[in-house]
């Protein structure tokens, strides 16, 4: 599926493949602090943040870094994705891509998603674990990179806003920001993915729910593929109160908006997981070089 490089102590990593009797004949092992590639990703670093106040000197002793290492080999198209985590903070994975690789052209936000396999169905659920308070412009844009993930993974992209009314049953603040948010997303993504909002959960996945409170016509309700939420808050806990509920498997999260994949790893991560998020990233690199 992909070619593999493993960053780290050579002799070390190497050492921890045998005990664990893992063959990794197939990835190439690299140390970022002594790499032949050191010097070439340093002078990249500090051409591309001297503006931000970088010196030479903070780059070179910033690309020994593994996650620096493995984006500056990306923003160098020496590699495609990374995935990191099991060792490091969520922060300091996704800071050097933040800062290096950035966002998607026509998006301002990098966002994310869990798969939800459930018996019956996969849904996509975004954004649960990056975006505290989006505003509506960035609820916009969590919406639009949902669906594109979606798409690209082989599920047919119905996207439900999510909100504590459906279409016109009530007014306030947030319904506000999930309707202009709504109308911001269609503007970001083909005419041909249908985005409806706002809705509640039940009136977007239960057609017989969507019958009654859906009076219109509706391409989303009783049969969202997408469910976006409204806040952080929301979409973290939904998640969770699904998977603990149903007992089924949540992927994630994938990260989603910027030019080329990063993922993040849980540091609890079990081997089935670092598979299933390499995986993830390949085909999120492959989407992205369409």
């Known amino acids: 599926l992909c070619k593999g490089t493993v960053l780290g102590n050579v002799d070390e990593v190497r050492q921890l493949a045998a005990q664990c009797q893992a063959d990794i004949s197939g990835c190439n092992v690299v140390d970022p602090t002594s790499s032949e590639e050191l010097p070439a990703l340093a002078d990249a670093l500090f051409e591309a943040r001297k503006s931000k106040g970088m010196t030479e000197a903070k780059a070179k002793d910033l690309a020994q870094d593994a996650n620096y290492y493995g984006t500056l080999l990306m923003f160098m198209n020496k590699a ?37 396999l459930l018996p019956k169905q996969v849904y996509v659920y975004g954004d649960c674990a990056i975006n505290v308070d989006p505003d509506s412009t960035q609820l916009g844009n969590i919406a639009a990179s949902s669906a594109l993930t979606a798409l690209a993974f082989g599920i047919e992209p119905r996207v439900a806003m999510l909100s504590y009314a459906t279409g016109e049953s009530n007014k306030g603040d947030l319904i506000t920001k999930v309707r202009e948010a709504t109308a911001g997303a ?66 994630g999260p994938i990260m989603q908006g910027l030019k080329k ?30």
């Not at 495609?80 to 996704?94: I, L, N, P, R, W």
């Not at 509706?218 to 808050?233: I, M, Q, R, Y």
């Open 261 to 290: 994949p990063v993922n993040d790893l849980s540091r609890g991560c079990t081997v089935d997981d670092i598979v299933n998020t390499v995986v993830i990233t390949c085909v999120q690199a492959i989407q992205a070089t369409k």
């Open 186 to 251: 269609r503007a970001l993504v083909p005419n041909d993915i249908p985005i409806e909002g706002p809705m509640q959960f039940d009136a977007a996945v239960d057609p017989e729910v969507a019958k009654v409170k859906v009076k219109e016509a509706s391409k989303v309700a009783g049969k969202a593929t997408v469910c976006v939420f409204p806040d952080l808050n929301t979409g973290n806990n939904t998640y969770k109160a699904v998977q603990q509920a149903s007992g089924c498997i949540a992927m």
């Open 80 to 116: 495609d994705g990374m995935v990191s985590g099991a060792c490091h903070t969520t922060a300091d994975t996704m800071r050097p891509a933040l800062q290096i690789i950035k966002t998607a052209p026509g998006f301002s936000l990098v966002s994310s998603v869990f798969f939800m």
